[in-house]
Nanobody
Framework: QVHLVQSGGGLVQAGGSLTLSCAISGSSLRPSAIAWYRQAPGNEREWVAGISRGGSTNVEDSVKGRFAISRDNDKDTVYLQMNSLKPEDTAVYYC?????????WGQGTQVTVSS
């Protein structure tokens, strides 16, 4: 059974930083791509950043230069480092791991950025 447990998040002022973590159990992270998504109230869930099996990373244009995704294969953990946060980054953030045709999601972490 695959489980994704998120940590981090919280309330921060605009311009501040937060780091989200997503710890994976039940499946080795190494063969898998993994991604971060977010969902603001009233909005669809949207992709934010991804890291491939080979370690290549990509981020959505609105967070480019501010957010970075990384992973520690030894700890089976993926991170989302968020800098220069803006009020429009306020959302619930989720990590997602595709595994054997199923998408596994973390429980979600609230990030609130005050102006």
């Amino acid at each position: 059974q695959v489980h994704l447990v998120q940590s981090g998040g919280g309330l921060v002022q605009a311009g501040g930083s937060l780091t989200l973590s997503c710890a994976i159990s039940g499946s080795s992270l190494r063969p898998s791509a993994i991604a971060w998504y977010r969902q603001a109230p009233g909005n669809e869930r949207e992709w934010v950043a991804g890291i491939s099996r080979g370690g290549s990373t990509n981020v959505e244009d609105s967070v480019k230069g501010r957010f970075a995704i990384s992973r520690d294969n030894d700890k089976d953990t993926v991170y989302l480092q968020m800098n220069s946060l803006k009020p429009e980054d306020t959302a619930v953030y989720y990590c997602k791991l595709p595994h054997l045709g199923i998408d596994y999601w973390g429980q979600g972490t609230q990030v609130t950025v005050s102006s």
